[in-house]
């Protein structure tokens, strides 16, 4: 168990993302809950990790499945009560595991009690809670494209005013101008720290300080005022982590979001190395074939630029995301070999890995019709290009590859009816492959993905050159092969793996000549690379 009273315990802790709604259902109706987390705790804990980042709980019409809340002090009654909240929190705390909660502050639900009281008049004192410009029926007051389609603008004749969002117009953008406001907010994260929760990631949080006026949404002027602020205010205590999620960091930005002073947040959550598949000027539905070098380059940017002076998390799935394995690997005939590839590949970096529920059994991307996507980004999508002349079998294949709901299909438990998440029709389908790739099916596999997880976990926290070592990119030109050694005064580490299905030679550097074998997922290492291996080498350095 790390010890958590030390500072920066999570630069050698693992986080596990939780999707609640897909995650379990303990009572029978369709859809996860609190209750099925608890249960699994024994699960997680062998798997090794060291906190848990729960998707949003709180209450919420579920517009976007909870990232709109409508109460931040009550449990969505789906999922369950507070006092199975708290259950969750000392249940997994006697597991040496946190639990990381997830901090809409952006913007709430419509049927928040502020928007309410805001809609009823200029004079109410929450008004000002939101952001409102005067103007005339259709005419907004610029063209500004909110993120799921449609205008950031939406008119209240009654007022006849607009406000302003950034998402649907179920979620109205908060006022971070207003000091009342930000009050609000540190006073319901003290409310949640108080329950013992140890961490908190940020929903969208370099896009607070927006100036619509000036068309400024992500990295306002006053963003690190606020954050400041924020972390001077809400995030008291010494050992609370804080996790940003910032689509518009580069290294420069996350340098001081994540700055070793400990002024903003412990680190960022940014999206560079994972919008690297997508056409030049395009939207991610506009996807192309993996440019590996790109990948490489851009992470030894991170890498180096961070070193010393900031914190990166490393991931390749969320919720937000399509499954890794159909993305960068192969979800057929090596689906297992490139699940572990890829891991290798990134938890031999700099940073706080984050699993993703799924991602430990090499879950794959599901393709449905249309209708049955719940996701109100892909039913945006649709509607909006199918209006703008796209081909519909276009379209699809876009929502095949991208779409949200490729990460959301229910966690597969078991081989039983429903993959074991539920007794009953789950809420979003099931991936008809769960006979096959389910979590008791990869227990009792030792070679299984989810084996080769936890035996990453367990080498980052043996081995200091995980968390210190400096990173060197090696075959920068390669488009077959990614390799990179870390380095301290004591250890090195060579990782490297092989991004095709094709047998690819390498040779090792002189220096690892007497290094060992930490890790492969062939069991041992050849000179010519197998379809998707990797390599991880160890040594010491001579005293
Ligand atoms: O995502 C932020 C965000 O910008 C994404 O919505 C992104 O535009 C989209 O997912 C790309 O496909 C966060 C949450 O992770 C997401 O689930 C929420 O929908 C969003 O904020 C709004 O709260
Ligand atoms: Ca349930």
Redesign the pocket.
Known sequence: MLDKTRRGWWKSAVFYQIYPKSFLDSNGDGIGDIRGVIEKLDYLEKLGIDGIWLSPVCDSPQV?NG?DISDYRAVWPAFGSMEDMEALIREAKKRGISIIMDL?L??TSHRHRWFQEALKGRENPCHDYYIWRDGEPDAPPNDMQA?FGGSMWTYVPDLKQYYFHQ?APQ?PDLNWENPAVRRELYDMIRFWVDKGVEGFRL??IDQIAKEPDRRITGNGPRLHQFLEELSREAFIEEGLVTVG?A?GADVERARRYSAQDGRELSMVFQFEHICLDQQPGGE?WDWIPLPLVSLKRCMERWQRGLHGQGWNSLFLN???LPRIVSRWGDDGKYRVESAKMLAAMLYGLEGTPYIYQGEELGMTNIRLPIEEYDDI?IQNLYTGRLSRGYREEDVMAAIYARG?DNARTPMQWSAEPYAGFSRVKPWLPVNPNYREINARAALEDPGSVFYFYQTLIALRKRYPVFREGEFTLLEPESEKLFVYTRETAEERLLVICNFTGESVPYQRPAEFAGAWLLLGNYGTAAETLRPYEAQMFYGRKQA
Do not use: P, S
């Open positions: 976007d990232y809409v952006n913007h993120a998402f979620q929903d969208v999620e689509w991610k969320n919720h937000d980004e949200r």
